[in-house]
């Protein structure tokens, strides 16, 4: 038998609050080179950033999208009142006190009611939790795909530094083809720099 279907609701959102949390503090982490347990911002302390502050700093960074963070706003409301409201105990208890349901129903194209208004929460909830899990495992490979990139990048210039001279060495005749090409893609860099600065673009992107 599913695990999940032996918890309580109450038990089943907060599971899935620490699940989704965690992750989203190992992305976090990846993005700003840290661990997440030598942290303040990310650890278990009370100092740690909120789950809302985490998902608009994605959203900052351009990782999630309005809607994405639509979504991760609802789920955190829904999270919330089960944690810290003893009386909310079912999902319709808690849907009615978020007045968000009819939101989500319209983020996932959602337009019939089933016979169960208790299981149509309970399964949009899940579905709500299954996609932003799947979004952040997107964000966290689209993240090691850019490490992949810079990573690269650093590398063949560490290695124009390191082996010019020594090609330079080996093929003399080349020698002022290689200094030319260089200066070549230092001036188009700076040029590319320089107008980004004018235009007020981040120098990264």
């Known amino acids: 038998m599913d695990k999940n279907q032996e918890l ?11 699940k989704i949390e ?32 985490k998902a608009n700093l994605l959203l900052d960074l351009n990782y999630l999208n309005k809607e994405q963070r639509q979504k991760f706003q609802i789920f955190m409301e829904v999270r919330n009142k089960f944690a810290h409201i003893y009386s909310v105990d079912t999902f319709e208890k808690c849907f009615s006190l978020t007045n968000n349901y009819n939101q989500l129903k319209k983020i996932f194209g959602i337009d019939k009611d089933g016979e169960s208004l208790e299981k149509d929460m309970e399964y949009m909830f899940i579905s709500l939790s299954l ?17 992949a990139v810079k990573y690269t990048q650093r590398r063949f210039t560490e290695a124009i530094k390191t082996k010019r001279e020594e090609y330079k060495s080996k093929n003399p005749s080349n020698s002022d083809a290689v200094d030319d090409f260089i200066k070549y893609i230092k001036a188009d860099l700076l040029n590319e720099v320089a107008e980004k600065i004018k235009n007020r673009i981040p120098p990264h992107t």
């Open 131 to 147: 996609d932003i899990a799947n979004t952040l495992n997107e964000i966290k490979d689209r993240i090691y795909s850019e490490m």
């Open 8 to 18: 309580s609701s109450r038990a089943f959102v907060v599971e899935m609050s620490v």
């Open 22 to 53: 965690h992750l989203l503090n190992v992305i976090i982490s990846q993005l700003l080179g840290v661990k997440p347990e030598e942290t303040r911002s990310f650890g278990n302390s009370s100092h740690a950033l909120s789950f809302n502050a």
